[in-house]
């Protein structure tokens, strides 16, 4: 059973961006806000909430920035994204995590990856100054690239797919609790491009 509310009606989004969600109120406003926030005109995306019913102020907060929020009392981060798509009209799906930050120009670089790749993400950075976050993330970055030329791996802070390879590979799999984004880039980069974005994304939380 899933609730939709409509705040917003974009008429003829290009991109969806999708973002699932629960109890998320300490992380979602900074990361709606830079997704409002993009030197991409905000008629040519539209921002949908995937909420696994929330008793905190995650959606109050988000009914600030979304066009749409879908509620379901089900669980589950592949369960959660593909509910978010389900209501997607855009071309190009993006899926951010409720606790990561893009930069302005984020959308319109997506774009113009799009002209020649099918699936992208990119690397990652840390508002955390520890030494061990920000190890962990240069490990991490150096492992995108080299793991791209063998078997493509990312996690699923940002995936941003053509829809029309999205529906081909029918979404995530939702007979999987964790590593949903890994299967997903791995299905998807046997019938498409992969590519891996210049401009990075930072995460608020490293586990929360």
């Not at 409002?36 to 909430?49: F, M, P």
């Not at 491009?193 to 401009?199: A, E, L």
Request: proline content about 3%; charged content about 25%; hydrophobic content about 40%.
């Amino acid at each position: 059973m899933e609730k939709l509310i409509e705040i917003n009606k974009v008429k003829n989004p290009i991109i969806s961006v999708i973002i699932p969600t629960y109890k998320e109120e300490k992380y979602i406003e900074p990361t709606l806000i830079a997704i409002s926030n993009q030197t991409l005109s905000r008629e040519k995306y539209e921002i949908i909430i995937s909420d696994s019913n929330s008793k905190d102020k995650t959606v109050e907060i988000a009914k600030k920035y979304a066009d749409k929020i879908v509620i379901t009392n089900k669980r589950g981060i592949a369960l959660g994204k593909n509910l978010g798509a389900k209501y997607a009209k855009g071309k190009y799906l993006i899926f951010i995590d409720a606790d990561t930050i893009i930069l302005p120009t984020m959308f319109e670089e997506v774009l113009k990856y799009f002209k020649k790749y099918d699936l992208l993400y990119p690397r990652v950075w840390t508002k955390d100054s520890s030494l061990l976050y920000s190890f962990y993330y240069l490990i991490y970055n150096f492992s995108l690239s080299f793991l791209k030329r063998l078997k493509p791996q990312a996690a699923g802070y940002f995936i941003a797919i053509k829809k029309s390879l999205f529906e081909k590979i029918r979404g995530f799999n939702e007979n999987l609790t964790t590593a949903e984004d890994l299967d997903l880039i791995m299905r998807a980069s046997k019938l498409g491009k992969v590519q891996i974005i210049n401009t990075p994304v930072i995460v608020l939380s490293f586990i929360h």
